[in-house]
């Protein structure tokens, strides 16, 4: 029998024990009046006044001393000493704390506050209650859960052991709210979109797929909130925004999941300039918030983000990375550059993903500075605007820094026959074997018929957070997807 066995069995005894001498291991009810942090931020009151309060939350550790136990207690709010003493308590009542609770019970005290010799805070207990009884232990911190992969499989146990953990989701969250709050604020209305859809646009991906038994119909998650968003243009709101799920059938990897929460906003009668300056004020705000700061590091190269964007220009750092002049060289130069560099395609692959394979490849890496990559080839977007000037290109930027992408935006497509001609395009890309090329929308076309008006639209994914937190996107995520496999290798303790 394992380690973890004998302790759980050991676990049960004592459950078994306690439910003979008539506890309720597991009530309905918790009697607790005072978390934590108000029992620090309000000691000397409570102090002072002799006032009994109820604490309730997870036993850490234990230190006895004949006669007596300290507890180190702990909810989602801060940790307190609580002292327990047998002629306090009375004998069974002590007894039962000694022999039948662990560590990582979930236990509430009632009594009144004091302070020890040394200066600790502490609440002198006259009774307690258990709460919920833990049948597994739960691991050392620093000792016990180091391995990423039982982290990220046991969320729930790094979160409970790891306070550095639980204060990255709450930043998480601070995250998500900054972002709704900048919309909100500046005039926009958050709505709701499909998860499932008929066909899967708005970006080059391949989807899931599920099944309507009701409709007797094959259906797609979304892998955009995009071309639902641009019909809301067309039904007459000018500025719309959507937090919500999106899911890809793609790799993972530092920066890449399968599903992913995603912000996209759309903005009648402006153009990808007006969008530049927004994205920037959204971006400060949003980062301030999050880590009190505008100077960020990630993997060792420090980013001062109130510092002037640089603006970067699509084919000139191509060309300045690779070697290659994209308004001159040919498909197959292209991809004769790309084989050097070891970027394997299949030859059924489009100029755009080919242009779009070497940049990632050769050229993002190097854009560590803060800036907007600006106007691409068309080939790459199919739903931009093109460019009245340079109609090979379109009004597209991306946000980039730290060598990666953070946010996309561009002035948006709204001629619909422009529009059905790339999808076309987009459709002989898929014929031909890519699965990621878009598909031809027929109702959004309908849609874009009746006047779409020039429009600005934006995205940004949890990418963002991950970055400014200096961390792989899976960790910040609270369940990420993982591998299957049939046994655990490794301990939690």
Known sequence: MSRLDESRVLRLEKLHSLEKAGVQPYP????????????????????????????????????????????????GTGSFQIFCKLDRLGKEKYEQLRDCIDTGDIVEFTGTVFKTKQGQPTLDATTYHLLAKALRAMPEAHFGLKDVETRLRKRYLDLAVNPKTRDLFVKKSIFWQAIRSFMIKNGFLEVETPVLENVPGGAEAEPFITHHNTLHRDLFLRISLELPLKRLLVGGYEKVFEIGRIFRNEGISTEHLQDYTQLEFYWSYADYHQLMEFVQRLYREVIKKVTGSLVVVNNNQTIDWKKAWVKYDYYNEFKKYTGCNLEKATDEELRQFAKKQGITLETYVGRGRLI??????????????????????????????????????????????????LGKGFSELNDPLDQRKRFEEQMSLRAAGDKEAQRLDEDYLEALEYGMPPAAGFGLSERLFAVIMDKPVRETVLFPPMKEYEKETHESN
């Open 28 to 75: 309905a009810k918790s009697e607790r009046t005072t978390t934590i942090v108000q029992a620090i931020n309000n000691f000397q009151a409570y102090e002072d006044s002799k006032k009994m309060i109820t604490v309730s939350g997870r036993i850490r550790s234990v230190r006895r001393h004949g006669g007596s136990s300290f507890y180190d207690l702990e909810d």
């Open 356 to 405: 779009d394979a070497i940049y990632k490849k050769c050229v993002r890496p190097k854009l560590v500075q803060p800036g907007f990559l600006m106007d691409p080839p068309a080939v790459v977007e199919p739903l931009a605007k093109r460019r009245v000037d340079a109609p090979d290109r379109v009004q597209r930027f991306q946000v980039v820094a730290w060598g990666t992408e």
